[in-house]
C-alpha cells in the first residue's frame, strides 16, 4: 500500500490553494483530497493518500483530516494540520507528478464551491454512492471501486476530445 498520510496531502492543497489567493473550506478540503487520490491512481496509476476514505453522509471523509479540521466549520482552514502540539505540520515529500497532479486538481476543482464538489461526489454510480447505498453511512470506499471510477472518467474525457478532434 502506498500513498501520503491524508494529512500531508491536506497541508499541501492549502499550501497551493494559499499560493494562488484561495481560502478552502473543510469541507472542500475533504472533497480535493478525494478527488486527487482518484485522479492519481487514474493518470498516474498509484495511491496518492494511504488513509482510509468513507462514505459518509455528506461525501467522502478521511477521518483524520476531519478530526484536525473540524473546528473551522464552514469557515475558511486557518491553520495546517500538525502533530506535537501544532510545532510540526504534517508533510510529505511528494514526487514531481504527485505534486505536479496535486497543483492541477488544487488549481481546477478548488474554485468550486463546496456543494458542488459534493454534488460530484454524489452522483448515482459514484464509488460513494455505492458505497453509502450497499453499506451505509461510514462504510469505507475501496481503493479498487475509486481506481476504476477515476479510469472511467478518464476515458470518457479522452474520448469527448478524440470527439472534437
Known sequence: MGGHDARAIANHIL???????????VMQLLKLIYIANGWSWALLGK??????VEAWQYGPVYRSVYRD???????????????LDGALPY???LADDE????MGVTEHYGKLHAFRL?????????PWSQIRGKEGTNAEIPQKLIKSHFEKLRDEQRERRRQKE
Open 91 to 93: 508533510s510529505s515529500r
Open 15 to 25: 499550501d497551493m490553494a494559499k499560493e494562488h489567493g484561495r481560502e478552502i473550506t
Open 69 to 83: 479540521f473540524n473546528k473551522f466549520g464552514a469557515e475558511p482552514i486557518a491553520e495546517k494540520s500538525a502533530m
Open 118 to 126: 459534493s454534488d460530484m461526489t454524489h452522483e448515482p454510480g459514484t
Open 47 to 52: 495511491q496518492l493518500v494511504r488513509d482510509p
Open 99 to 102: 505534486r505536479e497532479l496535486l
